[in-house]
């Protein structure tokens, strides 16, 4: 940032949608700071980061496009415990809240960099995705940026608030996994019973 100004700051903003161990919490905060001391001004520390937060997002959602729908299936279809009916009611989902997924999930750690991969593999419109994601990136980008410029030299306490907000979103990520794994073993459990009591009864 003190290299490059604005434009150093937006240029690691674009590498955290690429690396997500880089965390947007770290880096927004300090580039207010770095506003605060004059480093650049606080409109060029929000344009720039903003730009990008899109730009990283437009590379991910490029990925997922270039995956595809049929290849991301067959890819799908040979991992263990998933099967299609799975991804087909995720796809359905996405359909109808994809928007909202899209704006919301650009102000979720960790999930702001995956959330371009869906909808690039489902292939939504740049005129629906691009917005969304403005508008999404924008709002996170201010809330931190505004802190870490507020706070000066003590920005660094918006990262251990911002922390909990990320251990959360992982904590619900591993229920989920836990959840989705345990119903997937007892289905298929339940589907060996089925098949093994006819022939139990010849």
Known sequence: ME???????????????????????????LAGFAASQGSFTLPGAILWTTLGSVVGALVIYTLGAALGRERFRSVWGRVPLLDLEDLDRAEAWFDRHGGKAVFLGRMLP?????????????????RRFLPLT????????CIFILAGYQLGESWHIVERYAGVLQWLVIAGAAVFAVWFVVRKVRQARQSRERRDAPEAGR
């Open 3 to 29: 290299a490059l100004g604005g434009p150093g700051a937006g240029l690691i903003i674009a590498l955290e949608n690429l690396f997500p161990p880089i965390p947007s919490e770290v880096i927004l905060p």
């Open 110 to 126: 960790l999930i702001r960099s995956l959330i371009s991969i869906p909808a690039g593999i489902e292939r939504m419109p740049l």
């Open 134 to 141: 403005l508008a999404g990136s924008l709002l996170w980008n």
